[in-house]
């Protein structure tokens, strides 16, 4: 495994998380970095990303204002700043590793990929 994703749970609607991703085996500090989600039954769905330099980044509009994705070079480690969590956030959270640096919104874009971390989210 070369992406590990942690730090999901259970919270209450309104509540935060901060979720971790950390990279093994190799650096991606060249590539750029996303997370994306996936309930039961349904597609993995795009939630946000990050360039190669972490300077610049895209959201799902249903995250924009809540979420936040942020990347640690130095640490091979990929950040998602979860608040204001609606039950609708309920979902195995995956991060993952594109094939080039610029931002991808595209699932097929995601060369590698971290077992996923579950978050529920109560009302």
């Known amino acids: 495994v070369q992406l590990q994703a942690s730090g999901g749970g259970s919270v209450q609607a309104g509540g935060s998380l901060r979720l971790s991703c950390v990279a093994s085996?190799?650096?991606?500090?060249?590539?750029?970095m996303g997370w994306f989600r996936q309930v039961p039954g349904g597609e993995r769905e795009f939630v946000g990303a990050?360039?190669?330099?972490?300077?610049?980044?895209s959201y799902a509009e249903s995250v924009r204002g809540r979420f936040t994705a942020s990347r640690d070079n130095a640490k091979i480690a990929l950040y998602l700043q979860m608040n204001n969590l609606k039950p609708e956030d309920t979902a195995v959270y995956y991060c993952a590793a594109a094939r080039f640096g610029r931002i991808s919104t595209v699932r097929g874009n995601y060369q590698y990929w971290g077992k996923g971390t579950e978050v529920t989210v109560s009302s």
């Open positions: 085996r190799r650096t991606f500090s060249n590539n750029a």
């Open positions: 990050l360039n190669w330099r972490g300077d610049s980044a």
